[in-house]
């Protein structure tokens, strides 16, 4: 199974700030998805962004924009004026196309936003 | 659009009963449906593949006998928790993807299961 790595367990930023959260995966395919998701308190999962490896154009979000570096197997999330509602769990996911289609998750950054 | 909904979003059950999961999409059909579980602060790690009409995939060390998923329909997929004991206590989260490419999964709100 592919492995995705988060490396920092907690993040924190200044409100209005930027904050850079990183991700690299395994991976010996050459097509598939990464995903950002955003777990709340509330426990749902909410999609923040997509990046499609094929493309190399790196995808964004209004503030939230992905440097996605196929070669070095890094997709690390750029969220930029931080807002209070940002604070949360970030999953770093990685969709494979040849193995049943199945998300593989990081193992989470937590992010504080500091008013 | 794009919602999923889980039942019940808290149960608490005594060791030796099963506990039945819901997991609806409610306008989309859903093809593919993918149940998690997820342990406090932990990351979702994936238990099982579930494809409307065909028995479940289970990923590797989860007991499928343990843990009984079935797929009736392109809305509904049902996690059932047979004989559960504490250590099967966890938070459960299904999703469903959308659309034959799938390159979007929506995730249900989560079932917190606790076993006395």
């Known amino acids: 199974a592919q492995t995705v790595t988060q490396s920092q367990p907690e993040m924190s930023v200044q409100e209005a700030e930027t904050v850079t959260l990183s991700c690299t995966y395994d991976t010996s395919e050459s097509d598939y998805y990464l995903f950002w998701y955003k777990q709340p308190p509330s426990r749902q999962m909410i999609l923040v962004i997509r990046?499609?490896?094929?493309?190399?154009q790196n995808a964004t979000e209004n503030r939230f924009s992905v440097n996605f570096q196929k070669a070095a197997k890094s997709f690390s999330l750029k969220i930029s004026d931080s807002q209070l509602g940002d604070a949360a769990m970030y999953f770093c996911a990685y969709r494979s196309l040849d193995t049943g289609n199945q998300f593989y998750f990081g193992t989470g950054t937590s992010l504080t936003v500091i008013p | 659009g794009a919602v999923v909904s889980q039942h019940p979003s808290r149960v608490i059950c005594k060791s030796g009963t099963s506990v039945k999961i819901e997991c609806r999409s409610l306008?989309?059909?859903?093809?593919?449906m993918f149940w998690y579980r997820q342990f406090p602060k932990q990351s979702l790690m994936l238990m099982a593949t579930?494809?409307?009409?065909?028995?479940?995939?289970?990923e590797q060390g989860v007991e499928k006998d343990k843990f009984l998923i079935n797929h009736a329909s392109l809305t509904l997929s049902t996690l059932t928790v047979t004989s559960a004991h504490p250590e099967d206590s966890s938070f459960y989260i299904c999703s469903a993807a959308r659309g034959s490419r799938m390159d979007e999964q929506f995730f249900g709100p989560g079932t917190r299961l606790t076993v006395l």
């Open positions: 306008d989309f059909q859903a093809t593919t």
């Open positions: 990046q499609e490896a094929y493309k190399q």
């Open positions: 579930s494809n409307e009409g065909s028995k479940a995939t289970y």
